[in-house]
């Protein structure tokens, strides 16, 4: 819910006519969610994901078309492979679990789970974009 919530409010700074924002705090949410929760919570994070895309789209989606649908799904995808990926990263390049009492342990967690944690979605968003032609 507050990954879609996050989302929605996050879109408003998108530029028109589409839906690309430089800033998304969805994402963090979701990380917070994994770190916290663990890998379980996947299910969740495509809800949320899933939810935003389709209401983005919501007059292709009325009109019957497919491929929003299908993108709507590989960018949900993505999203929850991102904060798993993220999560692994993390603990792989031992950034989590952390006190956050030095500024070395803090960029640690802010590269390692932004930037690099981000080129999943990248990767299988703009994948499905171009699977489907968009």
């Not at 996050?6 to 949410?29: C, F, K, M, N």
């Not at 006190?99 to 999943?120: F, M, N, Q, W």
Request: proline share 5%.
């Amino acid at each position: 819910m507050s990954y879609c919530v996050a989302g929605r409010v996050s879109l408003l700074l998108a530029v028109p006519p589409g839906y690309a924002t430089s800033i998304w705090p969805s994402a963090g949410i979701a990380l917070a969610a994994a770190l916290i929760v663990g890998p379980r919570v996947w299910p969740g994070i495509w809800a949320g994901s899933f939810a935003v895309n389709i209401w983005m789209s919501f007059d292709s989606v009325a009109s019957g078309d497919l491929n929003a649908i299908a993108v709507a799904a590989f960018i949900a995808c993505g999203a929850s492979i991102q904060a798993l990926w993220s999560v692994w990263l993390l603990e792989r390049f031992r950034a989590w679990p952390t006190t956050l009492e030095s500024g070395a342990a803090i960029t640690r967690l802010l590269v390692v789970g932004g930037p690099a944690g981000c080129i999943a979605n990248a990767t299988i968003g703009v994948s499905g974009l171009l699977a489907t032609g968009l």
